[in-house]
Nanobody
């Protein structure tokens, strides 16, 4: 059974930082591109970032480029997203998924982790 468990979200002031984690079981992440997507209240899924299978190539949405950093630990079957210089508009539920930008066409399998940016 595939499980993706996101954690690390919380309430943070604008300009703050968080580190999200995604624990994966049921498949070996080292064989796949992995991604983070997010969903703000009342909005659809927005692709945030992807990382290639071995971690050599990363991709970011323009809205987060230079502020977020995606990484992975294939030995631990984990995916991470470092969120820096957070803005109010980063408030959303964050999900990790197997695949690239096309993951926004699918319903996330994890429960997500809530990031709220507010003063």
């Amino acid at each position: 059974e595939v499980q993706l468990v996101e954690s690390g979200g919380g309430l943070v002031q604008p300009g703050g930082s968080l580190r999200l984690s995604c624990a994966v079981s049921g498949f070996t992440v080292s064989s796949y591109t992995m991604s983070w997507v997010r969903q703000a209240p009342g909005q659809g899924l927005e692709w945030v970032s992807s990382i290639s299978a071995k971690g050599a190539i990363t991709y970011y949405a323009e809205s987060v480029k230079g502020r977020f950093l995606i990484s992975r630990d294939n030995a631990k079957n984990m995916l991470y997203l470092q969120l820096n210089s957070l803005k109010n508009e980063d408030t959303a539920m964050y999900f990790c998924e197997q695949g690239g930008v096309d993951v926004i066409t699918r319903i996330p399998r994890g429960r997500g982790t809530q990031v709220t940016v507010s003063s």
